[in-house]
């Protein structure tokens, strides 16, 4: 009760100053004689919503009345809120949101794949929610990016560890984690039902995955969060790290993932790995180019 009541004077001042900024001519109206209200009148918004003007009238005074999805879709188009200002009016009256479905981003700006960059040699990847992988640094790289992986053709990390070999996947104890990857996909799906990119994916992977098939089908979720992983690298053995979720303004449902060492011996792997990655890297160069 303390939360409404705090919620409907906010609600009411959040609609006086959008209708405010609203003028006539944007919404094809002539500006009238005498006009004296900065923007819309409450009649003029009452009438091009669709509704009552004493309903839109009480609304606007912050009383305790019922709102639909509907309605408050009508006056968020008449005052042309944007998405972040239409997903504020629904939460300030208290009705649930249900954002419009977006397909999921595929590529990142320079600042984030700066900031990935800055973690190294930590392993840093940027995930959409379908785990599409769309940018990496080089510690991720050096643990994920083997001959086999790249081989498969397919930029997204569910793809990857359901149709690489036992022996070639860089994460161990893969019938622990996988079913909980799907989990994590499963609750991010319900908000994705029937659209065409997402249905094609998960059709695609169950075609190549039997394994995929069988634990979509179990229809389990669960929310994403932190998890100690162990991966493994001919070069350096074993490795122990906690994955690590952060999620990215202006990006919905993307997130960075961060692997951090969980013991000392793995930190001190983590940096070997970088620098035999680098020998590695300055050997071939010099193999191909003996001249340089």
Not at 35 to 45: A, F, H, K, N
Not at 206 to 231: D, H
Request: net charge neutral; hydrophobic share 35%.
């Amino acid at each position: 009760m303390r939360t409404t009541q705090r919620r409907r004077p906010e609600l009411a001042t959040f609609l006086r100053s959008r209708r405010a900024r609203v003028t006539p001519a944007d919404v094809g109206m002539p500006p009238g004689f005498r006009r004296r209200t900065p923007g819309l009148r409450r009649e003029e918004v009452a009438q091009l919503s669709g509704v009552g003007v004493t309903w839109y009238t009480w609304l606007e005074q912050g009383r305790p009345i019922n709102a639909s999805a509907q309605v408050l879709d009508a006056v968020a188009r008449t005052l042309r809120l944007d998405p972040p200002e239409r997903e504020h009016l629904y939460r300030l009256a208290e009705v649930p949101f249900d954002p419009v479905p977006q397909e999921p981003t595929d590529s990142v700006g320079p600042e984030v794949q700066g900031i990935i960059d800055a973690l190294a040699p930590l392993p840093a990847v940027v995930y959409n929610s379908r785990y599409d992988i769309l940018a990496t640094n080089a510690g991720y790289r050096d643990l994920f990016l083997i001959p086999e992986i790249v081989g498969i053709g397919v930029a997204n990390a569910l793809w990857t560890l359901f149709t690489v070999s036992d022996e070639a996947c860089p994460l161990l104890h893969r019938e622990r984690e996988l079913p909980v990857m799907v989990a994590t996909l499963r609750s991010t799906y319900g908000r994705h039902v029937g659209e065409p990119g997402w249905e094609k994916f998960i059709r695609g992977l169950s075609a190549a995955s039997p394994y995929f098939a069988e634990l979509w089908a179990s229809g389990e979720v669960v929310p994403p969060g932190p998890r100690v992983k162990t991966f493994r690298h001919r070069a350096v053995g074993e490795l122990r790290m906690t994955s690590q979720s952060l999620s990215i303004d202006g990006m919905p449902e993307c997130r960075i993932v961060v692997y951090t060492p969980e013991d000392e011996e793995t930190r001190e792997k983590t940096a070997r790995l970088r620098e035999h990655t680098e020998r590695e890297h300055t050997e071939r160069e010099h193999t191909e180019n003996p001249a340089s």
